[in-house]
């Protein structure tokens, strides 16, 4: 069927050279039936505009689009381009008018050959992005045919990246310039045909975008590819398209793309359009000028894939006094023997094969506090995670921090992003619970212990410590002591152990030595002595969540 | 209260405390009979006998964020009086230096002084005595409870009874420092035991 339309080469001084060629086989993959129904719509079609289109350099697919032709169109993704400029070339070439119009000259080449198929030029609108022909990341340039071989490109990619994935969603960003192209095409048209009367249900103002059009190309062939679902999903397929040499045509678009933060594609179109209407009252104007500035080159495309963060939480705790919360360096020295954030990220990480990781922690305890009890919540964010580790890939991750022994987790489990809603709130509000092993400088009295029992919800007020106020601003910080408990060791007089509940930011060394009298009341002043610290650990912190189920 | 299915936490959370207990309980016998204080643990202290003028020994407590605490030493004159300190006044020099309010991590409005600036004066019944920096650099904060408790001077000069914070920038530490000595050479100094 397709064999019967006559191949010829359109040449001309002025206008682009335009090729309708097709092969004399038949198809490779069937949608016969879609390229009939393709046909059927077509046939509605004028054949001189249609023909005035390609001689501008708009490309089929884009002419398809403009008016309105699709659905058949999307639906089979083996359809070859040859066979769509086939379908338009009948439109074409079996009117009357234009058969009468078209010199001998453009009949007299014929191609027999299937051989000597010349490529369409680039398209004036979509810079070939809908041709499916592009500059792949080592700048070499690639053309394919149909839309299930683009697809199989970026399935490619996608496997190599390795990702364990049930869904995809898909994103295309495109250059700003195209949305401009296509007004301009418009405008043309408008000018030009605005009173035929095909015009207004044939050439709508509103059509399927460049961007959806690829889109709707290249989700399904995609998903079958990958056998995976096209759904909204946290791992993201992205095609990237740039071209360094499209500049806007007009400096009125310029400043509107200068001064905006945009989309590539729709935001621009109601702005454009605006601007391009005033100027084209503007005689002077030169912005819709055809033709449109000549393609020489298609757009460069980054096919990209990337799954958005996991978060792993838990609880952990902290046996060792040399080991700081977070990788602490000065001078390129480290400070401790190891980091809670490296020992609990660093073993997340590869288990996930993630590019990243963050810590986040509910709170912080100095590099010579522990952190006993039941542990402080924390998260770890894995960036571009190919795996989302299994229940049973967790304990294995649980057990290898465990045997450190420095550090231990607990509770371990893949949270969603509500999860760090609730280590944010946590930081602020909850209580925290210590024990400190406290000097002081006479011997001890059952009588403080009463004193010290009795004293409920008491505010004391530090002045930032000394030993932040280098990078704290010096501030009075009025702080709540919900309760206290001295616990008596046995050999001892005057050591203690010191069990007590603050408010969060409470700066705990600094309530008993009392910073030289910048924190008050501190617990010398309540005795009536010198009083120290020599160790503290951090023995609760209170938050619902985070915890075993 | 063990019921059927809470046994099992429950006994988990017993073993929890007692682990806990273990850990928090410490070995009496490793500890010092009289720990460092907080001053001695986190500062380096040093003195600058006869700062200025004769007697007026004072201290500087540096600490490794660079901070410093100006203070009165154990032999400065003023505690040597009969009856000891009876009043601090921080009003010297062109402003009251208790008036200052330096506010942010960048220490905005910090008043720059050098290292013979006044920043008070301490009187006893017999006599007052200026106090000054020692140290060259941005004032960050002046002990107020001063003013109304001067007597923490004569209790405990080393530590309630500070005088003010400095912060000095690394050169000019340098240089102050070289001027300075030790607690060892300030105690042979002063024939102190």
């Known amino acids: ?549 | 209260m063990m019921n059927g299915h809470n046994s099992e936490s429950d006994h988990t959370k017993i073993l929890e405390d007692e682990e806990l207990q273990r850990l928090l309980v410490p070995d009496v016998c490793h500890l010092p009979l009289t720990p460092p204080s907080a001053v001695d643990s986190n500062f380096v202290c040093y003195f600058a006998p006869d700062f200025i003028k004769p007697g007026h020994d004072q201290y500087v407590y540096r600490h490794a964020n660079g901070l410093c605490v100006i203070g009165l030493a154990p032999m400065h004159v003023a505690l040597q009086d009969k009856g000891g300190v009876t009043a601090v006044d921080f009003n010297v020099g062109k402003f009251d230096r208790s008036g200052i309010k330096v506010t942010g991590k960048r220490k905005r409005n910090a008043q720059h002084f050098e290292h013979n600036t006044a920043l008070c004066k301490v009187c006893t019944n017999d006599n007052s005595y200026i106090v000054r920096c020692c140290v060259k650099g941005s004032l960050l904060e002046v002990n107020d409870r001063l003013i109304k408790q001067p007597k923490l001077l004569n209790t405990s000069a080393n530590r309630e009874g500070y005088i003010a914070i400095i912060m000095p920038k690394p050169a000019d530490w340098l240089k102050i420092k070289a001027s300075l000595i030790g607690p060892e050479d300030y105690k042979n100094l002063r024939a102190l035991s």
């Not at chain 1, 090729?19 to 004028?46: F, N």
Request: with cysteine; proline share 5%.
């Open chain 1, 1 to 549: 069927m397709l064999n019967e339309v006559e191949s010829a080469e359109v040449s001309n001084g002025d206008e682009e050279a335009q090729m309708i060629s097709v092969s004399e086989e038949p198809p490779i993959t069937a949608g016969d039936e879609v390229i009939q129904a393709l046909r059927e719509g077509v046939r509605l079609l004028p054949p001189q505009a249609v023909k005035d289109l390609l001689s501008i350099g708009v490309c089929v697919q884009c002419i398809f689009r403009l008016f309105g032709v699709h659905g058949h169109n999307y639906s089979c993704f083996s359809i070859l381009q040859s066979n769509l400029y086939a379908v338009l070339g009948e439109l074409i070439y079996l009117d009357k008018q234009i058969l009468d119009n078209t010199s001998p000259k453009e009949y007299s080449i014929r191609h027999s050959s299937k051989d000597s198929e010349i490529e369409p030029p680039i398209c004036s609108i979509c810079l070939g992005i809908l041709q499916f022909f592009y500059y792949d990341d080592k700048e070499q340039p690639v053309r394919k045919n149909c839309p299930h071989d683009l697809a199989a490109s970026i399935s490619e990619v996608v496997k190599t990246e390795g990702h364990q994935i049930d869904n995809f969603s898909f994103e295309v960003s495109i250059p700003p310039i195209i949305v401009e192209n296509e007004q301009a095409v418009r405008f043309y048209m408008e000018s030009k045909y605005g009173s035929e009367p095909w015009f207004h249900n044939t050439f709508r103002p509103e059509c399927i975008s460049v961007k959806d059009a690829l889109k709707l190309y290249v989700v399904t062939p995609l998903a079958m590819s990958l056998d995976i679902q096209s759904s909204p999903s946290s791992f993201h397929v992205r095609l990237t398209y740039s071209h360094a040499k499209a500049s806007s045509r007009t400096n009125f678009s310029e400043g509107i793309q200068d001064s905006k933060r945009r989309k590539a594609g729709e935001k621009m179109c109601s702005d454009t359009k605006k601007s391009l209407h005033g100027l084209l009252e503007d005689e002077s104007s030169e912005c819709c000028k055809l033709p449109l500035e000549k393609v020489s080159q298609p757009c460069s495309l980054s096919i990209t894939c990337y799954r958005k963060p996991i978060y792993i939480g838990g609880r952990y705790l902290k046996y060792s006094r040399n080991v700081s919360q977070t990788r602490w360096i000065i001078d390129d020295e480290r400070m401790g023997e190891a980091s809670v954030e490296e020992i609990i990220g660093g073993t997340i990480r590869p288990m996930c094969r993630g590019d990243n990781y963050k810590f986040h922690a509910a709170g912080r305890e100095d590099i010579d506090v522990r952190m006993l009890g039941s542990g402080r919540p924390f998260l770890v964010e894995v960036q571009n995670a190919r795996i989302v580790p299994s229940e049973v890939a967790i304990n294995d991750i649980e057990e290898k921090i465990n045997n450190c022994k420095k550090v231990r987790v607990k509770s371990l489990k893949v949270v969603g992003t509500h999860g760090w809603a609730l280590m944010r709130e946590g930081e602020m509000e909850k209580q925290k619970q210590y024990a400190a092993i406290v000097w002081i400088s006479r011997p001890l009295e059952d009588e403080d212990l009463q004193n010290i029992c009795a004293l409920k919800e008491m505010k004391i007020s530090q002045k930032t410590p000394i030993r932040v106020l280098h990078r704290r601003s010096p501030l009075e910080r009025e702080k709540i002591i919900h309760w206290m408990k001295i616990e008596r060791l046995a050999e001892s007089s005057q050591y203690f152990l010191l069990h007590l509940c603050t408010q969060a930011g409470t700066y705990i060394k600094e309530f008993v030595h009392g910073d030289l009298g910048r924190t008050y009341p501190n617990i010398g002043s309540i005795l009536g002595c010198m009083a120290e610290i020599l160790q503290l650990d951090v023995t609760d912190v209170k938050m619902d969540g985070f915890n075993t189920d």
